[in-house]
């Protein structure tokens, strides 16, 4: 006995799709503009002062513990406003007693700096906190819904992140092209014997570009810190895809620092919800795929298992086809 066609099947289908399709596009987005708050400190220090920070991801770490022990005291919303300046504090002091005296000598020290730097982080973290995640929770005030989509409630702090990621992107831009502090900026990046001669201090403006880039870490550790896990491995987890990002993005190019951390935050988020794989692809052209077939293994990965591994493929291929980034001017 053959069961009656219901022309709700049809419809509870597409509702899913859209369902997961809507979800996914909304949380790719936020997880790709909390890399962009990271990524854009590291690009802006290095587009200014030609110095690739190894460090930059163990600020952003600092900056949600600093964010947790502030909370616990004052509350969240103060934390917000006070860790990225402490963070930034901090970032001016590295970079005044630090690498300014190890500059001269060129980039391999420098990188030697910040990476020995990053561990230095990691261990007094680990005294200070313990090796243990914290509880560095979301404020009440948005723990709630921020809206539903059919069954899935998408999360109010997780707006939250993408509205304060899109208002740093206003205001570094405007800060850079419309205010007199960017014009000294970039004047003393690209002729600093003409910005001093006007009076302006040169290395002051690096130490406070390099302190402003390590603070806008400090900020993505703050709205990161509890959306996600705070601990000690935290940074180890996001540095190596924050130099995907500004690899794949171009060297120094904001833009398209935003423009692949969209891409790399959508890529992992829809990648992980899809268990599409070569032998079901195989298996709907009429081609079986058996156990015992060569490299059985490899054609049954399912999308979701090699999610992690994207980003690094893609940075691969950039790099093979367009070694400069999507909107860099500077050889990766």
């Not at 990271?38 to 002062?49: C, D, P, R």
């Not at 560095?136 to 709630?144: A, T």
């Not at 304060?164 to 014009?183: D, F």
Request: with cysteine; charged share 10%; net charge positive.
């Amino acid at each position: 006995m053959h069961r009656a066609w219901s022309p709700q099947a049809p419809c509870r289908r597409v509702a899913r799709i859209v369902e997961f399709f809507v979800i996914s596009l909304l949380n790719g987005l936020s997880y790709g503009l909390l890399l962009f708050m990271l990524a854009s400190g590291l690009t802006l220090i290095f587009s200014m002062m030609g110095v690739l920070n190894f460090a930059h991801a163990s600020f952003y770490m600092i900056g949600a513990y600093f964010a947790y022990q502030i909370s616990t005291w004052i509350g969240f919303w103060p934390a917000l406003f006070v860790a990225p300046v402490l963070v930034g504090v901090l970032g001016a002091i590295v970079e005044r007693y630090g690498l300014r005296r190890v500059h001269k000598w060129g980039h391999v020290p420098e990188l030697l700096f910040t990476f020995g730097i990053s561990y230095i982080i990691v261990e007094l973290v680990q005294i200070i906190w313990g090796r243990a995640a914290v509880p560095y929770r979301v404020p009440p005030e948005l723990s709630g819904t921020l809206f539903t989509v059919f069954s899935t409630n998408f999360p109010a702090y997780r707006g939250f992140m993408m509205l304060i990621a899109l208002l740093m992107l206003l205001a570094i831009w405007l800060m850079l092209t419309r205010t007199r502090i960017g014009l000294v900026i970039q004047a003393s990046l690209t002729h600093p014997e003409m910005a001093e001669s006007l009076g302006h201090n040169v290395p002051r403006v690096f130490m406070l570009t390099f302190g402003g880039g390590t603070a806008l870490a400090g900020l993505a550790g703050v709205i990161g810190g509890n959306a996600y896990v705070t601990e000690p491995s935290m940074a180890a987890l996001l540095g190596a895809i924050i130099f995907v990002v500004v690899v794949v993005g171009g060297m120094g190019s904001l833009a398209g620092a935003f423009i692949a951390s969209l891409l790399i935050g959508l890529m992992q988020t829809f990648a992980i919800g899809l268990d599409w794989s070569l032998a079901a692809f195989l298996d709907g052209l009429g081609v079986r795929v058996s156990a015992d077939m060569p490299l059985y293994s490899v054609w049954s990965l399912k999308l979701s298992q090699i999610a992690p591994v994207l980003p690094y493929l893609l940075l691969v291929l950039v790099l093979i086809f367009r070694p400069r980034g999507l909107m860099g001017t500077r050889e990766s």
